[in-house]
């Protein structure tokens, strides 16, 4: 389970001093030598959000197609946190998170949130969600972690349990797991939320 709690603590002259050095790095200067380190983990990051992805989408359309969307959120219900969980290994925390939240157990922390903020203004700038993501490595409770964030656009099978036509059934079921439901009303091509991924470095 993730922890909406997470400390993040780290001033944000030492978040600029760092992301100043990333940036420096990849043209060339300054902090060469994390830069192929951030390259390994940015791979690892993205090769786990894809099996991830692959495991949650077959799950959501496999349900989808032998129960209606009704049906199919008793199974999202059920299995997503489970599935989330099986990611976390080889000291890498896996999640998904959002601004506008179903499970508040996906709660974001200070630094997901001003990633998503980002994000969400890149989209309406007219960036392609799907090409959204950000690595840096911040320090926590005085420990260096990597940390990455891919966007989660809101696709067309989406709006059936996140759209601003839901349906009453399916509402009615969404209340039940979840009474604090923030995730409806989305359109088409907006930021639904990311996934988000961590991992405590030496
Ligand atoms: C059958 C209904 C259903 C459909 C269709 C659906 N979702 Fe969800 N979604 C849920 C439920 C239920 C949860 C809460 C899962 C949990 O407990 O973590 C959820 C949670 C999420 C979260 C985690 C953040 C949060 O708010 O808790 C994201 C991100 C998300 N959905 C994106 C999508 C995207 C993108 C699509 C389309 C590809 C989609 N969902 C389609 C029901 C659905």
């Given at each position: 389970m993730r922890q909406s709690t997470r400390k993040f603590m780290l001033s944000a002259a030492v978040l600029a001093l760092l992301t100043a050095g990333a940036q420096a790095g990849s043209h060339g200067g300054g902090n060469a030598a994390a830069n192929p380190e951030m390259a390994q983990l940015k791979g690892e990051a993205v090769g786990i959000i894809k099996t991830f992805f692959k495991e949650l989408k077959g799950t959501l359309v496999g349900a989808m197609k032998e129960k209606g969307p009704a049906g199919a959120v008793d199974v999202c219900a059920a299995k997503a946190q489970e599935i989330t969980a099986r990611?976390?290994?080889?000291g890498w925390e896996v999640g998904r998170t959002a601004?506008?939240?179903?499970?508040?157990?996906?709660a974001p922390d200070a630094w997901e949130k001003a990633v998503m903020e980002e994000f969400a203004k890149k989209i309406a700038e007219?960036?392609?969600?799907?090409?959204l993501a950000k690595a840096e490595i911040v320090e926590q409770d005085g420990k260096k972690v990597f940390r990455f964030m891919k966007a989660i656009p809101t696709g067309k099978a989406c709006l059936n349990c996140h759209g601003d036509k839901v349906n009453d059934d399916v509402l009615a079921v969404i209340r039940k797991h979840y009474?604090?439901?923030?995730?409806?009303g989305f359109k088409v091509g907006q930021l639904r939320g990311a996934f988000t991924l961590s991992k405590p470095l030496n």
């Open positions: 990611y976390n290994k080889e601004l506008k939240l179903r499970n508040p157990k996906n007219g960036a392609d969600p799907k090409k009474p604090q439901d923030q995730a409806t």
